[in-house]
């Protein structure tokens, strides 16, 4: 997070509008803003944003989860209890200045894999913002063949935009694209699970180690066919690299070639 003078800060952003705000928790929300004129970004990237606190403009990080068509833009965010960017965000109502810096960011997006079949897309809390974004991109559904979200979180409440997966999966359905998609909820401190297809107990990292993500879907993880997004709790995405190099699974490089990107979310 970085703090700089208004003035200095206005040559790369844009002043925008609070649209609108979801609280799904105490703790979690989604909020949208009006989109500045010419901004584009590539499903899976994220933004900078701006506030104005004590004068200055105080600057943070959100992934984007709109579609990029979309003339709005929405965010997934986590309020930290005493953060100043967020407390202060927790507080806007709709019609408030959000700045919104002119470039986006990024390079955990679905268009760097040049192949494979299925793309996995791991996540920790508020990581599942980027993916919200990325399947709603026709091109995604066309060109894999199965599409795996992964949402880890300690409790039931903290699990968001299930409703929009499923909204989507209907749309892809309708249209006759050829993707599958499957949502598998994995929760750590919540012992009331449905006894239903998609709800997992533990880690992700465990889960994944133990053959379960696999056993819940179906789904092998192969080099050849499986391509793998981690976002989230840096200790996971770390685990998650070590795990998929284990299975002779390596990174993706500028210079092509490798099965998986990541992103540490905070």
Not at 70 to 80: G, K, M, P, S
Not at 100 to 113: H, I, N, P, Q, W
Not at 131 to 146: A, C, G, K, N, T
Request: with cysteine; net charge negative.
């Amino acid at each position: 997070m970085s703090s700089v003078n208004i003035d200095v800060y206005s040559e790369k952003a844009s002043c925008e509008r609070l649209l609108s705000v979801h609280r799904w928790t105490d703790k979690l929300l989604s909020f949208r803003t009006t989109r500045p004129a010419g901004y584009r970004f590539t499903a899976g990237q994220f933004a900078r944003l701006g506030l104005e606190i004590d004068g200055q403009i105080v600057s943070r990080a959100y992934s984007i989860t709109s579609a990029e068509q979309e003339d709005q833009l929405e965010y997934y965010a986590i309020v930290v209890p005493g953060g100043q960017f967020t407390t202060r965000l927790a507080a806007l109502q709709p019609g408030d200045p959000v700045w919104v810096e002119k470039l986006s960011y990024g390079f955990m997006t679905a268009d760097r894999f040049v192949d494979g079949r299925q793309l996995w897309m791991l996540a920790t809390g508020t990581g599942l913002g980027p993916y919200v974004s990325i399947l709603q991109q026709p091109d995604v559904w066309q060109r894999f063949d199965e599409l795996v979200v992964v949402h880890g979180v300690r409790q039931r409440e903290e699990l968001a935009y299930a409703d929009k997966f499923e909204q989507l999966r209907q749309h892809a359905s309708q249209q006759g694209w050829p993707a599958r998609l499957q949502l598998l909820r994995c929760m750590t401190r919540d012992d009331a699970l449905p006894d239903a297809p998609g709800w997992l107990a533990g880690r992700i990292t465990t889960l994944l180690k133990e053959g379960r993500l696999e056993q819940a879907t179906g789904l092998p993880l192969s080099v050849e066919q499986t391509r793998v997004m981690a976002c989230g709790n840096p200790e996971m995405v770390t685990e998650v690299r070590e795990l998929l190099r284990e299975r002779g699974m390596g990174p993706l490089r500028r210079t092509g070639g490798g099965q998986f990107v990541t992103e540490d979310y905070w």
